[in-house]
């Protein structure tokens, strides 16, 4: 029988998610499908009654609805709890599980790019206190290492995410950069600066360490304006695009029961359909 699974959301053709699973199907020979879904937001109660039925083994769940199946769920994973979001689902026996997979996307990829990326006492900076910058958190309590300074433009708003999650993590303006550089060895960025021409004008990499690694969330462009600035600097980079990849893995595992991997070969076709 045909193992059919799906990334629901409204809109949903700008979705990246049925190349990656569609290449993992091929490649490891397997009957199944992923399929994109277009779901209203209305229509989301009833979505939850036909996954019930047992058509699907589930699937991802994107932007609007990572927080609205929350209340659909019958059970929730914790830690997608603590991140406020759910990007995975898996329906076993009728019932439907949420997870959210991409604190694992993140620790992935800094895995496979950059081994032994967590070693060593150096505080963590990530830049952003919004909806991603909490998955951050979640992935950066489970290494070892110092504090995890979380700068934003809006301090209230670092203030709050800190108070809200467990760790070592501290709340901070961009204004606090200079006094925190010369003990980081990891920056982090979540936020939405440099996109759209707008650029860290605050960050000086000077002040960092030689051997500090950089990596951007954002994967549009691959290249963002902090990963070219780090790399002019002499510093290592990693970029987004891992994270989106490392996400899925989980979730094609519990559906359809093989574990794929992340190949260059699939990283260049996903590659290819952003904009350069
Ligand atoms: P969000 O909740 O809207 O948060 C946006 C953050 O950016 C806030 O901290 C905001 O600061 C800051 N910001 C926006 N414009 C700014 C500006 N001009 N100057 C300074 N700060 C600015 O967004 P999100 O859900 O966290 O997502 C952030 C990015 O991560 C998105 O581009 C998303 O595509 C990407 N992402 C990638 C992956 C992946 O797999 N690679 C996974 C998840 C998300 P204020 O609080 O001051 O407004």
């Known amino acids: 029988m045909t193992i059919k699974a799906f990334v629901i959301g409204h809109p949903i053709a700008h979705s990246r998610s049925p190349l990656i699973h569609g290449q993992w199907l091929v490649e490891h020979g397997i009957d199944g499908s992923y399929e994109a879904i277009d779901v209203a937001p209305e229509a989301l109660p009833g979505f939850f009654e036909r996954l019930r039925s047992g058509e699907f083994a589930g699937g991802n769940v994107t932007i609007p609805h990572k927080e609205a199946v929350f209340a659909l769920c019958d059970s929730v994973d914790p830690l997608a709890t603590t991140i406020g ?15 959210n997979t991409d604190y694992l996307g993140f620790l992935g990829n800094l895995d496979a790019a950059t081994p032994g990326w967590s070693d060593g006492p150096n505080d963590a900076m990530i830049i952003g206190a919004g909806g991603a910058a909490r998955a951050i958190l979640v992935a950066l309590r489970r290494r070892d290492g110092g504090k995890v300074h979380v700068l934003n433009r809006t301090l209230e708003k670092a203030q709050a995410l800190v108070a809200e999650i467990d760790g070592p993590f501290e709340a901070h303006g961009f204004d606090a950069f200079p006094q925190l550089a010369a003990h980081t060895g990891l920056v982090v960025n979540t936020s939405a600066i440099g996109m759209h021409g707008s650029r860290f004008d605050w960050l000086d990499f000077a002040l960092l360490p030689k051997a500090t690694l950089v990596t951007d969330i954002v994967y549009t462009p691959l290249v963002t304006p902090l990963l070219a600035d780090a790399a002019a600097h002499g510093l290592r980079t990693v970029d987004g695009l891992g994270m989106l990849l490392h996400q899925a893995v989980p979730g094609f595992e519990a559906w359809f029961g093989v574990r794929p991997s992340v190949t260059p070969a699939l990283r260049a076709r996903i590659e290819a359909t952003l904009e350069h």
């Not at 979001?85 to 997870?99: E, W």
Request: without cysteine.
């Open 85 to 99: 979001a759910v990007n995975t689902l898996v329906v076993r026996d009728g019932k439907v599980h949420g997870s």
